[in-house]
């Protein structure tokens, strides 16, 4: 499924897709959304699945 979330994130942001895919490798999580800042940081969004609840949005920030 990383590779799948990886390549959803391409067109939109082609410079975050590695910083994507090192957030969802490194969390474990779902991608949600992957967006470019204007300070040059890649701010990831991720859905990790809980025990049987909803799941929890983290949003981190990978320099670029």
């Known amino acids: 499924m990383d ?8 067109p939109v942001s082609g410079d975050c897709s ?6 969802v ?6 991608l949600l959304s992957v967006q470019l800042t204007s300070d040059g940081q890649c701010v990831v969004t991720v859905l990790i699945p809980g025990n049987g609840g ?3 949005k983290v949003t981190m920030r990978v320099p670029m």
């Open 25 to 30: 490798a490194e969390t474990g999580g779902d």
């Open 18 to 23: 590695a910083a994507a895919s090192q957030v």
């Open 3 to 10: 590779d799948i979330a990886a390549m959803a994130v391409a």
């Open 54 to 56: 909803r799941p929890k």
